[in-house]
């Protein structure tokens, strides 16, 4: 019978003539007989065999000969064939196997892993191995399998695995996961991943690409990495290697200003001043760290569920400064054409046709939009908790300061000596407005002046610009909000008190009162320098127009759909077609940021045009929540329908009913209610500003509000009342005929007490605020009058 045996397959000096060059750079001339030889499958077993006695040279050579003989899927199922053998370590797993021939469970090592253990310092080998982690964590995956995405992963011995990475491009934890990279984890490979991150000064510029990609799918496609990760302290390591991508990137952008007038002269990447390298390894980066912020936290007794709830500083350090640099250079290429000078009045508020643009545009558009994709998808994650608010405008406003060496001044020390101090100058100012404004500015660029990515089928570029806007709008919303604790304490100082919504995602939400003697009394952000210094750029103006361009542009979008027949017909009314997910929650988030921003101060988001536009917005939604009780008539009592009975029965149960409302057109009265309120909410912070009350005089606010009062006391409460006797507690039985006992009837009322479905709530709560809007703009008019003053 056949005897198992250890006998290597080959001699140490095969597997040198096989690698054919010692020194670890490929041979000017191979031998015949290494290149017929030579296939990867040879090449993993001699590596396998002779790792250790070959020592790092021969490693080094033959992991470079793996990486260029690796160009398919089919090439590195070869790669993780071999790691996941029994036999990977060859003499050292035999040495731990039991007589019946079954490895110990600690000596079943994966070739990769052990490559990196045994050679720590060698950032050749590190690198090289980070390549193979990264492609062989492809594969089991959907991803990996489709066609396309594997002949893009392999189309370069040096980036063959950053190309197949678009899938990810969300960053967060994936729904397809591969047991290779499961695989991988048991072994160690986060962590020594991690090591090799922490020598990026070492890392070639091709490395550093591996490397990245490598954390990045293995944190992404194994059902434990992102956790192993976070133990390990990947948010910081990743964060500290995106800064260090910065800094090399800020250095090759510098060089590259000054000859940047000739086209010869740019940078071989394809952005100037950015090569293609550092733009896969920053994209692949920030994937990694935001995919690491959005996953769940460790347990903890501090009640944290996810790790952006506890960020830290350096990370948001990264996130901000990546999203710094990478809008300079879009609002320089892809919105300037490459001009220098960021924010040149000739060229705001333009558009750019995708199609019809420059290949400098084009290129810059392709290029960073996946990076501010993640950039602001991170900020979002951060800001998204109140408690990181602080954080995130100290480091916005230290971030931007890039030249920080320039406030640097001599300054005399209480004992006597000196010491080094920041000294905001009027030149260190005029950087740090500029810097901000790009990053508002490329946020502008890409929600509002970017247009024809659909045209061109690039459905990708599609959902990664959606994202941007509803990620942006959403940090706005964050990063502009008053304080609630402030506004609470000016409330009980003052008498007389206004209104204002923010917005929920089901309605409308009551904010706490105050008026203008009060916002005039305490800022509506947090009391420090940094917030004060961001909250100015971002009530100069530019957030309010990319809100306001938003808001008008989904609108008018939704309208044109609406006349183009995208309603539908129950009887001879017509009925809206309600805004989809997306363009509502950009519609709201929009009109919050709005509402935020004239609080502060934004005379733009006050200005008579930005007023006209949302009566515009106001009368249509207003039309659509008068309309509901003309189309349904007596048939309005089954919106209020009990949660139990209507919100949550099946579709062909709540259709059965001749007349029943239709889901659609209860979702449009909850978005219009709610873009009610919200309009509502900057139509407060106008009311405050000096030419508040002559800008609203102009339009008929007071008579919309009324309109909207008066159908909703007319039409909705009674139908309130009609659901309460149709669909209530004393509807279900006759007293005439219980024959329950009087416990049984008593349990019986409270199980079958009415409860308030979301629309009813709505409708009382705008019906509120449509009272108090009455009354405060009827003063105003009353106040008014003798100087000639009238609101309409």
């Not at 096989?18 to 296939?39: F, H, M, N, Q, Y």
């Not at 558009?351 to 996946?370: C, D, E, I, Y």
């Not at 502009?480 to 409308?508: F, M, Q, W």
């Amino acid at each position: 019978m056949l005897r198992r045996t250890w006998t290597c397959f080959m001699t140490l000096a095969e597997a040198q003539r096989l690698v054919d060059d010692v020194s670890g750079r490929p041979a000017s001339i191979p031998s015949t007989a290494a290149t017929a030889t030579a296939t990867l499958p040879n090449v993993l077993s001699a590596l396998t065999e002779h790792y250790r006695q070959g020592g790092e040279a021969f490693t080094r050579a033959a992991l470079q000969r793996v990486v260029q003989l690796d160009q398919s899927n089919e090439d590195t199922q070869h790669v993780a064939d071999t790691c996941l053998s029994d036999t990977s370590t060859g003499v050292a797993a035999a040495t731990a196997t039991t007589t019946e021939g079954v490895a110990a469970q600690p000596a079943s090592r994966h070739l990769i892993t052990e490559l990196l253990r045994t050679y720590p310092h060698s950032p050749e080998i590190r690198e090289r191995c980070c390549r193979c982690i990264a492609n062989v964590c492809q594969l089991g995956t959907d991803t990996a399998s489709d066609d396309g995405n594997a002949s893009a992963s392999h189309n370069d011995a040096g980036v063959a695995v950053v190309a197949s990475q678009s899938s990810s491009d969300g960053a967060y934890p994936p729904s397809h996961h591969s047991p290779l990279a499961d695989a991988l984890v048991d072994e160690g490979a986060v962590e020594l991943i991690l090591g090799t991150l922490v020598m990026a000064g070492r890392l070639s510029p091709r490395g550093r690409c591996w490397a990245a990609m490598a954390m990045l799918n293995i944190t992404c496609m194994s059902h434990n990495g992102a956790a192993r990760a976070t133990k390990a302290g990947a948010v910081d390591r990743v964060a500290e290697y995106i800064l260090f991508l910065l800094d090399d990137a800020a250095v090759s952008t510098a060089a590259a200003a000054p000859a940047a007038t000739t086209a010869a002269s740019s940078s071989a990447g394809p952005v100037r001043g950015l090569s293609e390298e550092t733009a896969i390894a920053l994209d692949a980066a920030l994937g990694a760290l935001t995919a690491l912020l959005a996953a769940e936290a460790p347990e903890n007794a501090s009640g944290i569920s996810f790790n952006y709830e506890a960020a830290s500083y350096v990370a948001v350090d990264a996130v901000v400064r990546a999203l710094l640099f990478t809008s300079a250079l879009l609002v320089r290429d892809g919105r300037n054409d490459g001009a220098y000078g960021a924010s040149l009045p000739a060229r705001r508020y333009g558009t750019v046709v995708f199609p019809a643009a420059s290949v400098t545009q084009q290129t810059a558009v392709v290029v960073l939009l996946p990076l501010l994709h993640k950039a602001w998808m991170a900020l979002q994650e951060v800001s998204s908790c109140p408690t990181n608010l602080p954080m995130v405008f100290d480091v916005v406003y230290e971030a931007a300061n890039a030249n920080q060496e320039s406030m640097v001044v001599e300054s005399e020390s209480v004992t006597g000596g000196s010491e080094e101090v920041l000294e905001v100058t009027a030149q260190t100012e005029r950087q740090y407005v500029a810097a901000l404004s790009s990053m508002i500015d490329a946020a502008l660029f890409v929600t509002t002046e970017l247009e024809g990515l659909d045209a061109i089928g690039a459905e990708e570029l599609v959902r990664l610009q959606k994202d941007v806007q509803l990620n942006v709008m959403d940090t706005m919303q964050s990063m502009t909000a008053s304080r609630k604790d402030l506004a609470r304490k000016n409330a009980r100082e003052c008498n007389s008190a206004t209104t204002g919504v923010s917005n929920s995602s089901i309605g409308v939400e009551e904010d706490h009162p105050g008026d203008s003697d009060a916002a005039a009394d305490a800022s509506g952000v947090y009391p420090t320098a940094a917030a004060m210094g961001v909250t100015d750029v971002l009530a100069s103006g530019t957030v309010s127009n990319m809100a306001l361009a938003c808001a008008v542009r989904l609108h008018t979008e939704h309208r044109e759909h609406r006349r183009g027949g995208g309603g539908a017909e129950i009887g001879a009314a017509a009925v809206a077609a309600p805004y989809n997910t997306h363009d509502f929650t950009l519609l709201s988030r929009s009109l919050v940021v709005l509402a935020n921003v004239a609080e502060v101060g934004d005379e733009a988001a006050t200005s008579a045009n930005a007023v006209a536009a949302l009566q515009t917005i106001l009368v249509d939604a207003v039309e659509d929540v008068v309309a509901l009780p003309r189309t349904y008539k007596s048939d309005l009592a089954d919106l209020f329908k009990p949660t139990d009975d209507g919100e949550h029965a099946s579709p062909s149960s709540s259709c059965a009913q001749r007349g029943a409302i239709r889901e659609a057109d209860r979702l449009i009265f909850l978005q219009q209610a709610a873009l009610v309120g919200q309009v509502y909410a900057v139509l407060w912070s106008t009311l405050r500003t000096a030419q508040g009350v002559a800008t609203v005089s102009q339009l008929r606010v007071l008579q919309t509000a009324k309109e909207v009062q008066m159908s909703l006391r007319e039409s909705y409460l009674p139908a309130v009342e009609a659901a309460k006797m149709r669909h209530g507690a004393s509807s279900s039985s006759s007293p005439l005929t219980d024959e329950r006992t009087s416990e049984e009837a008593a349990a019986a009322g409270k199980k079958e007490a009415w409860v308030p479905n979301t629309v009813e709530e709505t409708v009382v709560r705008l019906l509120k605020l449509s009272d108090e809007l009455i009354d405060n703009l009827s003063r105003l008019a009353e106040t008014n009058r003798s100087a000639g003053v009238t609101l309409q």
